[in-house]
């Protein structure tokens, strides 16, 4: 007998009938199976029908329609990571070394996303990629990543809020009103979003990811036409930052105090290299939220229409909002250029900014404080949503309390929203002494890593369930999507980011750079999940899951059926504009 899914005790031969075939006897969810209860149905885990089990019980509702998923698949990672923090990639690596950095890093992202896809249109249940490691690779994994990602989201939610503060101060030169007045402020218009429920969530969204796409697109013209010499000064850049400073930067390279050119740092090739090396790291955490979609999939209509079409979406928006945008910025902004050496997180810290300032261009710095504005606060939204429905997902597969997957009646699983919210207070510490801001910032830094963790793992159990599908004799071309070049990109990619994690902090190690705080905030994030890990592992007798035993039928006749009620509920568009407007979005 195979093993089951949740321990060592063996399983019925019903669980392994073949995929197009209903189980006649399925466990009934909730049911104990070795040592720990198998999760719920998929009909509880968000496939938005009635239950059998529980006919009392809400769940969440797919109120995220297709324009609102395929927004935010386009715009949902433009943050201050693109529009600030760039700079400091920039200012340490180079502009050929950012550049490279980038497209390598967007191309692991981009693999991790379709491997992601093609989980999430098979089963798009809620819990996302949690319950899949649960299901395809071990129930311990699943809550180790559970709630370090649960723990990541929620911590950055204030710091997102603390950030729309100071960015607000950038109009408030006098600092006559308290930061806490506008911490007070936004705090309540996130919740307000987040409490209405996802369709409000997803409205907002869409206009936020919307405003943010059009800046971006502006900016990225805006710079080739400085650099083609169509600004105030007519003066044609072309590639002259390519030349001088140069193309890349030594690591630790200091400017001369009187010509400000590069000097010092870590020598020749190996300097070079090692400021490439950095990069992946500051670039992992500029793609962090990427995967937000997998945890949505619970709640988006038509999801296995809609979920492929926003995965597709990926790669443009790594090619033109990042890539293309680095490449822009790379030859209007010299890579020692002091400002971009300072730290802030308004537009002045953008180079944006500075490249339109050394322009003498006026005015244009206003408006990109107000849409890095509208991005912290978008930020700060869907940091709240895929927290909440991550602790959500944990519930349903009780690895979290029972009360926290109560539902309204309009969907809002809302005492995981409640419990996640008691995070954004925490932006108070940042206007408190010294030593609270200095340990709200580790908090902070501490929960970075864990995205990088979270891509691990996505793709580990990808290739799980790859596997699972041939010892089960699945045809992927018969799933909803079928992701391109796997497993050899997951592959490719789950070894790459081992390299970026094992040596995220590779700095700390150089002669000379020794930083115990930077050692720890960069390294106790692996600890910690591997204690998650092993600690449920071990009080539960859990075990992998066996190609044989994974369990590819479980809702599959719901899912189908869903899938048929919702095209003929959604029929194609016919009109020309319907058309346009179905391939735009």
């Known amino acids: 007998m195979p093993a089951s899914l949740y321990g060592d005790q063996p399983i019925s031969d019903s669980v392994l009938v073949s995929p197009d075939v209903e189980k006649a006897h399925p466990p009934s969810p909730g049911s104990d199976v070795g040592n720990e209860k198998l999760p719920l149905g998929l009909d509880e885990l968000g496939a938005g029908l009635p239950t059998d089990s529980s006919p009392s019980e809400n769940t969440v ?4 329609k297709q324009r609102h998923i395929s927004m935010i698949a386009l715009g949902g990672t433009i943050g201050t990571g693109l529009f600030v923090g760039l700079g400091g990639a920039l200012s340490s690596a180079g502009p050929v070394n950012t550049l490279v950095g980038y497209a390598i890093m967007g191309g692991i992202v981009w693999s991790m996303m379709i491997a992601l896809g093609e989980l999430g249109t098979f089963l798009p249940v809620s819990g996302g990629f949690a319950h899949y490691a649960t299901r395809f690779l071990d129930p311990s994994i699943g809550f180790a990543l559970g709630y370090t990602y649960w723990y990541s989201f929620g911590i950055t939610l204030p710091v997102e809020i603390s950030a729309s503060a100071i960015i607000i101060q950038y109009w408030d030169t006098t600092a006559s009103i308290n930061p806490a007045v506008w911490i007070s402020v936004l705090l309540v218009l996130v919740l307000g979003v987040n409490f209405l429920g996802v369709r409000y969530y997803g409205e907002t969204e869409f206009w936020f990811c919307l405003i943010k796409i059009v800046a971006v697109i502006a900016l990225i013209i805006i710079s080739f036409v400085i650099d083609l010499g169509g600004g105030p000064k007519s003066d044609r850049i072309g590639f002259r930052y390519w030349v001088d400073p140069g193309p890349s930067a030594q690591l630790f390279w200091s400017p001369d105090p009187v010509t400000n050119q590069p000097t010092g740092g870590i020598p020749g090739s190996k300097g070079r290299f090692l400021s490439f090396w950095n990069v992946f790291v500051q670039a992992a955490f500029s793609f962090s939220g990427t995967e937000i979609i997998g945890i949505a999939v619970g709640e988006v209509e038509n999801p296995r229409k809609n979920v492929p079409k926003a995965i597709k ?11 293309l945008a680095i490449f822009a910025i790379g030859l209007v902004v010299p890579y020692n250029d002091p400002r971009l050496l300072g730290s802030g997180n308004d537009a002045s810290a953008s180079p944006f900014v500075i490249a339109i300032s050394n322009a003498g261009i006026k005015v244009l710095p206003d408006i990109i404080n107000a849409v890095l504005l509208i991005t912290t606060w978008s930020a700060a939204n869907s940091d709240l949503y895929a927290s909440s429905r991550t602790l959500y997902g944990l519930a349903l597969d009780h690895k979290a309390p029972k009360l926290l997957r109560r539902c309204t009646k309009g969907g809002l699983p809302i005492w995981s929203v409640a419990a996640t919210s008691l995070f954004g207070f925490l932006a108070y510490m940042g206007t408190g002494s010294i030593g609270a801001e200095q340990a709200f910032e580790y908090l902070y830094d501490i929960s970075a890593i864990s995205c990088i963790i979270a891509w691990i793992v996505i793709m580990a159990t990808y290739l799980r369930f790859y596997h699972g599908l041939k010892a089960h004799g699945i045809d992927r071309d018969t799933l909803p999507y079928k992701a391109p070049f796997q497993p050899y990109a997951s592959y490719f990619g789950f070894f790459f980011l081992l390299l970026v994690l094992l040596f995220s902090g590779f700095t700390v190690f150089i002669e000379g750079h020794w930083d115990t705080s930077s050692f720890v905030t960069v390294y106790i994030t692996i600890p910690i999940f591997l204690v998650l890990w092993l600690g ?34 959604h029929p194609p568009p016919t009109s020309t504009i319907g058309k346009i407007w179905d391939w735009v979005m």
Do not use: P
């Open 61 to 64: 509702k797919r109120n995220l």
């Open 313 to 323: 979406r990926v790669f443009w928006r790594i090619l033109i909002f990042y890539i």
């Open 536 to 569: 449920w592992k071990f009080w539960h007798k859990t075990s992998f899951v066996h190609l044989e035993a994974m369990d590819f039928d479980t809702g599959r006749r719901q899912l189908d059926e869903m899938d048929e009620k919702e095209r003929l509920a």
